[in-house]
């Protein structure tokens, strides 16, 4: 009797592990040992040495790249906040079925591909698009270009990122219980001082968990600001491209992914001690 009962105590073990064996050996085939490969190319291509890295931290082509990918990242979570929180803030705070409408129609952007919204903004902000139009109705005889330059890519990505932040936020806004907000007003706090010292500070963990999650996607961001964006202001995504598709340098793009990566582990290390990893998703 007790071998049985220790057997089926055995078997309720092993069947978590058995229900994960499948999604484990798809990350390993598919993202752990690719990840190794590229780790290996970038100090063994062209010849096993280091210097990919040393021209990568050192070189100031690839600094400035660096950093204007971090310039970019940061101005668009921060744009995605100015947008994300005050429609969040009417989700929250509208009745059910409104809310459910705004809800829907953020929403409906994850049903179009990142390429074919590009592209859309490749139409809207082109020279014989309805923007350069309306500027040209209005008066102004040399519009502005607005087609291939920062402003370009970066107000593409607040549009693709845009609702990671508002389904964070809202995610939290609807949480915060109601009771919290009366006892505040009956304690005197109202408006701005409302705002700045009970619900601001409610409402932090969501806007840490889309600023993390906006800013990381951001970093890796390839195809919209290769489409729209200047090459005088490229991003590390698409140096890496140019380096493997132009130059074949598998080592030196190798290289620069792995410096991303590691930058990018390092922001998730430093949210998950604040926070916890698990905040991220709700």
């Keep these: 009797m007790g071998n049985c009962i220790a057997r089926l105590t055995e078997r309720k073990n092993l069947w978590p592990w058995l229900l994960l064996a499948p999604l484990a050996i798809y990350m390993a ?25 040393q021209r990568v931290l050192t070189g100031s082509l690839y600094l400035r790249v660096f950093l ?47 390429l074919v919204r590009t592209y859309a903004w490749m139409v809207l902000l082109g020279n014989n698009g309805p923007i350069v139009w309306l500027l040209q ?10 087609l291939f330059t920062r402003f370009s890519s970066t107000l593409a990505m607040v549009h693709i990122l845009a609702p990671y932040m508002v389904m964070n936020i809202y995610s939290v806004m609807r949480k915060i219980d109601p009771v919290l907000i009366r006892s505040a007003e009956s304690l005197g706090a109202k408006g701005l001082a409302l705002f700045r010292h009970v619900y601001l500070p409610l409402t932090a963990p969501g806007i840490a968990n889309g600023s993390v999650l906006v800013f990381v996607i951001c970093l ?63």
């Design 68 to 114: 204007n990918t971090f310039i970019t990242a940061a101005t668009v979570t921060f744009a995605c906040l100015l947008v994300g929180y005050p429609l969040a803030y009417l989700m929250a705070n509208s009745k059910p079925r409104t809310a459910t409408l705004i809800l829907l129609l953020v929403t409906m952007s994850f049903w179009t591909s990142f």
């Design 220 to 282: 890796g961001f390839y195809v919209t600001p290769v489409l729209l964006g200047s090459p005088r202001e490229q991003m590390v995504a698409g140096l890496i491209g140019n380096q493997i598709d132009e130059f074949l340098a598998f080592g030196m793009g190798s290289a620069m992914a792995m410096v991303l990566l590691v930058v990018t582990l390092a922001i998730l290390t430093i949210y998950h001690r604040r926070f916890g990893l698990d905040k991220l998703w709700g």
């Design 29 to 53: 085939v598919f993202f752990l040992v690719p990840l190794i490969d590229v780790a290996i190319m970038s100090v063994t291509e062209p010849r096993p040495t280091l210097a990919n890295y």
């Design 137 to 146: 109705t209005l008066g102004v005889q040399q519009p502005p270009q607005l």
